[in-house]
């Protein structure tokens, strides 16, 4: 498997500086996290978006993806979504990124219509990403924080080109074991992010391997079943300013996800 991590770790944190971490520590890839106090955003001219995609290639690092914010599944009108999300697979297209994500964020409707909102609006845009070569991942997250719950929006979807986001917290905190998580995912599986808290009560993020997440089962289940795609550390310092820094754990969050993949196999 490769290995990545997420700018939601270094909040701000210019992509040269970003590459230069990934590089010194070993990581494959960065999913970037697509936000207007980030670097990279749906924003950027063209120019600055070919900027980004040279210092990828230049430092053999891979763009993981985009981190976007459209909620496919929110009440309201489809068409402003919509737009959100094509502004995001543009970008997404131009600096060479295979994926981009987006939230559920179906709030407190009644489940058939979340999922009924997010499949509509997801089925409209899968014909895009495919033209731009780009794979739309819904996360396990907030209202669909399961596996089964985002396999009922992507069954509904039926489009190669609409697939998940493992978020493995979220399932956790939504009850599944990660066996579970795994088989209704596996159809649709672009990768995985990992992760590690405290408790369900405490969410502050630890280095990896010092809290309550099932990693080591996680990575058990993917390589049992022969999956091959990319883990990435997403480690959410922009919401808890007290966590340690990331840059002073990078090394050591690499070397657990090795020993965990070495283990498994």
């Known amino acids: 498997m490769k290995l990545a991590f997420s700018t939601l770790g270094v909040p701000g944190l210019p992509v040269s500086e970003v590459l230069a971490l990934a590089t010194a520590h070993g990581y494959h890839g960065v999913e970037l996290r697509a936000h ?7 924003g950027l001219g063209p120019a600055d978006r070919a900027g980004v995609a040279a210092a990828f290639e230049a430092a053999g690092i891979e763009v993981l993806g985009l981190a976007g914010y459209p909620r496919v599944a929110a009440p309201g009108a489809d068409e402003p979504v919509l737009a959100e999300l094509q502004h995001l697979l543009e970008l997404a297209h131009d600096i060479g990124a295979p994926y981009v994500r987006v939230f559920p964020g179906g709030g407190d ?4 219509d979340a999922d009924a909102t997010a499949a509509r609006r997801l089925a409209r845009a899968a014909g895009q990403a495919s033209a731009l070569g780009v794979r739309i991942l819904l996360e396990t997250h907030d209202s669909h ?5 985002a396999a009922r929006v992507l069954g509904a979807v039926d489009d ?9 917290m979220h399932t956790w905190l939504g009850g599944e074991q990660p066996s579970e998580s795994y088989a209704a995912l596996a159809p649709y599986l672009g990768y995985v992010q990992v992760k590690d808290i405290a408790s369900a009560e405490d969410t502050t993020p630890l280095p990896l391997g010092a809290g309550v997440l099932p990693l080591t089962e996680c990575v058990d289940v993917l390589c049992r079943h022969g999956w091959d795609g990319w883990l990435c550390w997403e480690y959410e310092k922009r919401w808890y300013e007290a966590a340690a820094p990331l840059p002073d754990l990078l090394g050591a969050g690499r070397e657990h996800l090795g020993r965990l993949l070495s283990e498994a196999a």
């Open 36 to 42: 207007p106090e980030e670097p990279v955003h749906p």
């Open 109 to 112: 409707q009644p489940p058939a």
């Open 145 to 149: 924080r399961t596996g089964a719950d």
């Open 160 to 168: 190669r080109q609409v697939g998940a986001l493992w978020d493995v």
